[in-house]
């Protein structure tokens, strides 16, 4: 099977390569912007069934990282209006909520997982697809995703609304894979990104940075944080060892954890001195006032 040889990049709109990294996977990468995208049929790289493989210990951790930074980015000491996009079971807009703002939230639901109660009474939520979701104008102070874009069937339109929802000033945030790190050229098709069977594309700077121009912002920062994902290169390892498809992925394993608690301090001195492995990128985007 051989993809449409005229796609084009959906950032850069430049002609898509094919990058045969494995005999399980070819993935499109632009020669331009270093955007990529994944077809299903044509990378399976032993992905899981559903869309959710992490661990619930591990994604309270990244909860408690995700709210710090987003704490020193955020004005002190005013009610602000927050919307989360893929909110899953709402452990991040609960904080928000107790702290005194305002939420709003957008999940279609896919992972299953139950939602907090005080967020099911105190906030707005919408379930369905953010592409299909209506948003006030100008409404928002923050707008973010954690790991959600690279999911999106129509990025540049989600892009878009979030700029027309946010106030002057307002800040988008946003965490995704990042298609430049250097674990996907060392591990392969063993990269535990790619265990999601729904993550479809990945961005790099330059692609993120180029379709959020295009949807309006102007200060756009991105950064790699090494400590996102930290389990991400010994998840990848453990799937190195295990060829064949497994339906829950490596997380499901309940003994598996002594492993990432044994090899986890090794892995972060290994981000430190060596950044360019970290699996995600962290983008920073705010409405010109
Ligand atoms: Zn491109």
Redesign the pocket.
Known sequence: MQFDKQER??????L?KEWKISSDCTLLL??????IKRDIKLCGASARKHAWGGSEFFDKIRTILTMRRLNKLLPKNKELNVLEIGFGSGKMLTKFLKKGHKVYGIDNKCLEIRIEESLKKHGILYFDKAERIQLPEENFDLIYAIHLIEHLEAPAEVFKKCYDALRKGGLLYLMTPNSASKGLTVFRDRWWNLEDPTHIRFFSF??VG?MLEKAGFERIETGIPIWDSLTLEISSLLRLSKRNSDEHGVLSNKYIKLVYALILPFNIIIRIFFPKISPSLEIIARRSV
């Open positions: 990049c959906e950032a850069c709109d430049f898509m632009c020669p331009r912007c270093f955007h330059q692609s180029i």
